[in-house]
């Protein structure tokens, strides 16, 4: 591995949606995350632990039965050695097993220990189960999607869980290694999606206390109000993108769609419904690929809506690599990028338990200690049940 973060330890906690989503980004940029698999957990989502289960990318793992104690003292030896962990349990439950940030931190005083929750460590709601709608749904976020007088669009669950969660997750780990690194102080990163989803709405909190943004849905210029900033259907029922917001890209757009009238110069927010029912018109005259390649090259900032196969296909997805393929599943390719360490090509998941021996040798056990282990059950390797002295 490869990439600005190598040398860094992390013990992940295995879970599902943002924990994951923040350990595969470190380890893209090349931190060294071992995932610690729970004996015998069982599998919450139906490609966890195979090759298309692209958020346990570029990871090891070990098997460990975390209620025993040989296991425990185990996992603490690990998390002695790591400079962040990464725990998405609800509030006490790492407490009830003994592995609390109070315990670890006296292990390892320099520790960045990073819980990722729905509603945060605290408060009224703090032991609720939820998901990523519910996390946006209390924030505003998600009354302020859709059309009005219906039910607000779902916006998948990149918000909550990937936005406001994972990428909010790894940016608060790394500040924290970052702060121990220079102090020797280790801490808790309380990293809640509740408020990571509210922080990715600051610049509409913004507007609304400048007067410019209202309450009301489809009434403003980035949530579908505007005509200038949103999709058409074109002439063979596929999608158009147009998001020409400044007043020069907008007068290249109507001057290259044949809308060179006065009306499209027009600032009054009243003209709106008419200025999109004569761009819906024109656009619906021919098929979007044709749209497409009459604003090629353009500064009318249209672009078609792809569908996932399509995406493949993008000309400046291939020219940046954005997509890749590893182990015949197409996925997402390691980002941002670096100039001077590069993140290297993924590896595909492991499967739990298939990287034990080898995890517990690098990181300072004793092979005798390992094959202790191995045969009292409680560190599970799937590929060599007990290695030989």
Same mark, same amino acid.
């Given at each position: ?78 998390? @002695?050695?790591?400079?962040? /962990? =990464?725990? &998405? #349990? !609800?509030? +006490? ?104 989803? @509210?922080?990715?709405?600051? /610049? =509409?909190? &913004? #507007? !609304?206390? +400048? ?116 182990? +015949? ?61």
């Amino acid at each position: 591995m490869s990439g600005p973060l190598t040398g860094l330890k992390i013990v992940e906690m295995v879970g599902i949606g943002p924990g994951p989503f923040a350990a595969m980004m470190m380890a893209d940029l090349g931190a060294e995350v071992i995932r610690i698999h729970p004996i015998n957990a069982r599998s919450d989502i139906p490609t966890m632990n195979t090759p298309a289960d692209v958020l346990a990318r570029n990871r090891k793992s070990v098997a460990i039965d975390i209620k025993s104690s040989a296991g425990k003292d185990t996992l603490l030896r690990l998390i @002695a050695k790591a400079d962040g /962990m =990464i725990e &998405g #349990f !609800r509030p +006490g439950v790492m407490e009830r097993l003994g592995l609390g940030p109070d315990i670890c931190l006296e292990r390892n005083p320099k520790l960045a220990f990073g819980r990722i929750t729905g509603w945060g460590q605290d408060g009224p709601q703090a032991q609720s189960a939820g998901h990523d709608i519910n996390y946006i749904s209390v924030t505003g976020l998600l009354n302020a999607m859709g059309v009005p007088g219906q039910a607000p669009n779902v916006p998948l669950n990149l918000i909550g869980d990937f936005g406001g969660g994972g990428m909010y997750m790894a940016f608060g780990l790394v500040s924290a290694m970052l702060n121990a690194a220079r102090t020797g102080r280790g801490q808790v990163v309380d990293a809640a999606m509740i408020d990571g989803a @509210a922080l990715l709405t600051a /610049m =509409i909190w &913004g #507007f !609304r206390a +400048g007067g410019v943004w209202s309450d009301e849905r489809q009434d403003n210029f980035l949530d579908g109000g505007a005509w200038y900033y949103g999709t058409y259907v074109c002439a063979d029922g596929k999608y158009l993108a147009i998001g020409p917001i400044e007043g020069k890209f907008r007068k290249i757009f109507a001057e290259a769609a044949g809308l060179d009238d006065d009306i499209f110069a027009d600032e009054d927010r009243k003209l709106w419904p008419v200025q999109r029912a004569r761009v819906a018109g024109t656009l619906a005259r021919k098929t979007r690929d044709e749209w497409v390649a009459l604003f090629d090259s353009s500064d009318g900032c249209v672009s078609p809506v792809l569908d996932w196969n399509e995406a493949q296909s993008h000309p400046q997805i291939i020219a940046r690599q954005t997509l890749i393929d590893v182990a +015949g599943v197409v996925q997402p390719a390691p980002g941002p990028r670096f100039s001077e360490t590069p993140a290297t090509m993924p590896t595909p998941p492991e499967k739990p338990g298939a990287n034990s021996t080898e995890i517990l040798a690098d990181w300072g056990f004793e092979q005798q200690e390992i094959n202790a282990l191995i045969d009292n059950g409680v560190v599970q390797n799937t590929q060599c049940l007990r290695a030989t002295l």
